[in-house]
């Protein structure tokens, strides 16, 4: 499929501009009218179950801690190697007993293997490949779905959402990519563009919107989000933690379709490709909660967020 800029930036526009029009629709209001518009726990409220989908256990990660359950979703259509070589080393339970080895407030929780530079002492891949192309953005495909996001963006020509996640994309290179928002997972490596291969992962506690094209981004967070961002921070540069101060444990990394159904954690995502979410984001963007006096009439992609609830929980 071939993308014209400027008649595929206005397809786009006129596609936010009709699902905000379905939205307005279903809650029979006019956003001109003097009846108060919806709050996000009112359009949350309405939602019906054809707007949520569960998470696919297969593109479902659980990072075990001393403190609970962090669930990560994964983005194989945006770094499908990447995924699929984190997904061997869950698999050769490669992080198990890894540490935090980082955490920089307002940036990035950090894990890996401390020895990963002593070829003597580092731990074995197993079966995962440890060479793999840096996969920083993604072509736009006949297949590619996108939401846009009607506010402009500082670090890109058009933002919006890719089924769970917030991406951007540029119609005149014909690419997309996941944005660094707050709980995006992405992949450590060195100078050379190459040489991360899933092996060392980090959350975003903060902002890190300039790393967008940098580093392959393989998915979010999408709950225990609390268990990260509350870590002690390090002393060391950059965020490390010193020899003087303990490293956080992981117990396990496990893929969720590897984990018998009894103990997995079954959630619900809200879709970002209905009216319901773009009553969302208006809600958002004008807030009229009782608090708020004087609405934003802005967001950014970053700033929306993407609902997540436990399979069968407030369904009409």
């Known amino acids: 499929m071939k993308y014209k800029t400027r008649s595929t930036r206005r397809m786009l526009h006129g596609l936010f501009a009709c699902l905000l029009a379905s939205a307005v629709s279903a809650f029979g209001a006019d ?7 919806p709050t996000m726990a009112d359009v949350l409220a309405a939602s019906k179950p054809a707007d949520w989908h569960a998470l696919d256990p297969a593109d479902t990660l659980y990072l075990q801690l001393a403190t609970g359950r962090v669930v990560i979703e994964l983005a194989p259509q ?3 190697h990447t995924v699929a070589n984190i997904k061997a080393l869950a698999r050769e339970k490669y992080y198990d007993g890894l540490d935090i080895l980082r955490v920089q407030d307002n940036y990035v929780v950090q894990w890996g293997d401390l020895n990963a530079d002593n070829p003597a002492k580092r731990r074995s891949l197993g079966k995962a490949q440890s060479t793999l192309k840096a996969e920083f953005t993604l072509p736009l495909g006949k297949d590619f779905t996108f939401t846009p996001l009607q506010d402009r963006d500082g670090y890109a020509p ?5 089924g ?15 944005t660094h928002c707050y709980g995006t997972v992405g992949v450590g490596r060195d100078n050379d563009a190459n040489s991360g291969n899933g092996a060392e992962l980090y959350v ?3 902002g890190a919107r ?15 989000m ?10 060391g540069e950059l965020g490390f933690y010193t020899k003087i101060e303990h490293p956080v444990p992981i117990e396990s990394i496990r893929l969720a379709a590897d984990v018998p159904p009894a103990q997995r954690t079954n959630l619900e995502i809200l879709r970002t490709d209905t009216p319901t979410f773009a009553t969302l984001i208006e809600s958002r963007r004008n807030r009229h909660d009782d608090w708020y006096k004087v609405p934003a009439g802005y967001i950014d992609v970053c700033n929306v967020p993407i ?8 369904k009409p």
Not at 164 to 178: M, R, S
Not at 210 to 224: F, S, Y
Not at 227 to 233: A, D, G, M, V
């Open 31 to 37: 956003p001109s009218a003097s009846a108060k518009p």
């Open 210 to 224: 300039w790393l967008d094209r940098n580093i392959t981004v393989v998915g979010r967070v999408v709950q225990g």
């Open 164 to 178: 769970d996640f917030p991406a951007a994309l540029d119609l005149t290179t014909h690419a997309t990519w996941l």
């Open 226 to 235: 609390e268990l990260l961002s509350s870590l002690p921070r390090g002393s």
């Open 307 to 314: 609902p997540v609830r436990a399979v069968g929980a407030m």
């Open 204 to 206: 975003v506690i903060g």
């Open 158 to 162: 058009q933002t919006g959402f890719a």
């Open 78 to 80: 945006f770094a499908p």
